[in-house]
């Protein structure tokens, strides 16, 4: 780096200073590393909402400028330059520049620059840079497209949707930092729980070239249940700071008019809500004590909007294919929140969305995405719209709804025909006794769970009542329960004669050798 660019000394970035890194992303930038030295110019690293893709990214920043390369931050909208800025500024990389169209903060001179793609593209014009940040890298902008075809740079995408059509002839490596179902036995992500409202009746809607329902379709179906989204938020979630999402502008103000016409403090935060409206609704609504309850939006706040304290999602836009944009949504609720006593997200699901992405959304809870067409395939894959079977089914182990395949609750599998193999010390099927008096305890392992919470909350103090059934297991399982698996988040299940004749036997048998039962 040549220092005369600068108009004084080459700025410090030895000053700086970063949280120790979670190991997911400790993991990520290890990978991160390593896939440069193989060769890897372009990367995409992939982790759900809440993970820290930002932080992730700054670090990044932080150990090239250290290195003395340039390095370029792309952000897609104003919200997130903001953002990124401020974070920034809170580890100690407050000399940079942004590029933003008459922005107070401009200076090309510094090595570090947080950049609008738009102000980018008008100017068609890209600062030195030798390493390009691309956040929500799955908004494929021409502009950055281009430029990282022909850069020498290195590039970095960051994503919690590495969805789109593609993706995968930009980046060359997809690192799955982490999951949302390890991040959230972990706490950095609360519980989704779900209750399916009213939706709409969209069969035959119009849909667009690309498969999804048009806005008008979905707006004109939509309005029918704006009444009903109001009432049921008053009923389950009215404590909660909200986030709504509409299916369109229109939809969106009719949402909001209905809530203020509650009672509720509401307001509207779409393509239309101007630059200087933006940052005072984004700082009322940060508010601990926020006098602005809920925020209606159609995709604006879909992406990018950190407000850890929000704890509920209202879902009224239907999607027929766009997995990508329900998970982004859904996304807005889930942070943890440890100082507001915010223990789960609420999602109120007037949409269906639930229902019709439960197969793939309960294996991204899981596992992520394997590659970026696998990703990709996702989001062209269109989904059944069957009014008569909409009920969210539940866990057969927990009760959890919705549940399709795997539970994201208790992990729950439904088992696959001549595939499923047993771990050791823990069977599929939970058996006492040979041959004829060969008795059913459980169907596997979380299913014996449920059955002994259900007993131990019955028959123990409230202070005794997990480690009783952690022991009850053990006994009968040979091994413990998961470290992820408590007593407070496991639903009431019918106790099987076979299970409470078990726990008696096992109760009677310690009774007479002077043990505790």
């Known amino acids: 780096m040549n220092a005369r660019l600068f108009a004084d000394a080459a700025p410090d970035y030895t000053t700086a200073s970063f949280p120790p890194p979670r190991p997911f992303q400790h993991t990520a930038h290890e990978a991160l590393r390593q896939g440069f030295r193989e060769g890897h110019r372009c990367q995409v690293i992939a982790a759900p909402t809440g993970a820290g893709k930002s932080y992730l ?17 792309l952000c897609d909208r104003t919200t997130l330059i903001n953002q990124t800025s401020a974070a920034a500024n ?17 200076d090309s001179s510094l090595p570090f620059q947080i950049a609008s793609v738009q102000t980018i593209d008008k100017r068609e014009f890209w600062p030195q840079t030798d390493v390009l940040i691309v956040d929500e890298c799955h908004t494929l902008h021409k502009a950055w497209v281009d430029y990282a075809a022909t850069t020498k740079a290195a590039v970095i995408g960051l994503t919690a949707t590495p969805f789109t059509k593609g993706m995968g002839e930009i980046f060359s490596r997809l690192i799955n930092a982490t999951t949302m179902h390890d991040l959230t036995e972990s706490g950095v992500l609360v519980p989704l729980r779900v209750l399916s409202c009213t939706r709409p009746d969209m069969a035959g809607a119009a849909v667009t070239k690309g498969g999804e329902w048009s806005d008008k379709a979905a707006e004109e179906r939509g309005m029918g249940i704006v009444g009903d989204v109001v009432k049921e938020w008053q009923l389950h979630a009215s404590d909660r700071k909200t986030i709504v999402f509409g299916s369109s502008i229109v939809h969106s103000k009719a949402l909001c008019a209905q809530f203020v016409e509650a009672g509720v403090m509401a307001a509207v ?9 933006r940052e005072m609704l984004v700082r009322e609504f940060s508010k601990p004590d926020a006098t602005l309850r809920v925020l209606v939006s159609v995709e604006a706040l879909a992406k990018g909007f950190d407000v850890p304290d929000v704890g509920c999602v209202v879902d009224a836009r239907p999607l027929r294919k766009s997995l990508s944009t329900f998970i982004q949504m859904i996304g807005r609720g889930l942070r943890c929140s440890p100082g507001t006593g915010k223990t789960d997200c609420l999602l109120l699901d007037h949409s269906g969305n639930i229902v019709r992405f439960a197969d793939d959304f309960e294996r991204i809870y899981h596992d992520g995405v394997e590659s970026l067409d696998d990703g990709a395939k996702l989001d062209k894959t269109v989904r059944k719209d069957e009014p008569g079977e909409y009920e969210a089914k539940a866990c057969p ?11 994201m609750a208790c992990g729950f599998e439904k088992p696959v025909a001549a595939t499923e193999t047993a771990a050791a010390g823990m069977m599929r099927e939970i058996t006492i006794g040979k041959g004829k008096s060969r008795k059913v305890l459980a169907n596997d392992p979380a299913h014996l769970w449920g059955q002994l919470c259900t007993y131990a909350r019955a028959h123990s103090a409230p202070d005794k009542q997990h480690w009783r059934a952690r022991f009850l297991f053990k006994d009968m399982v040979g091994d413990w329960p998961p470290d992820g698996w408590h007593i407070a988040t496991t639903p009431d299940v019918p106790v099987s004669p076979a299970v409470t004749s078990k726990i008696k036997a096992r109760n009677i048998s310690r009774a007479k050798a002077g ?3």
Not at 90 to 96: D, N, P, Q, R
Not at 397 to 407: D, E, I, L, Q, V
């Open 90 to 106: 809170a580890y100690g990389l407050s000399a940079h520049g942004i590029v933003q169209a008459n922005h107070p903060r401009r």
């Open 515 to 517: 043990g505790r039962v």
């Open 397 to 407: 182990s927990c009760g959890h709804a919705p549940f399709s395949k795997r539970c």
């Open 57 to 73: 990214g700054l670090r990044v920043a932080h150990e090239a400028l250290q290195k003395g390369r340039r390095v370029t931050f």
């Open 269 to 277: 935060f779409t393509s239309e809500t101007t630059a200087s409206e």
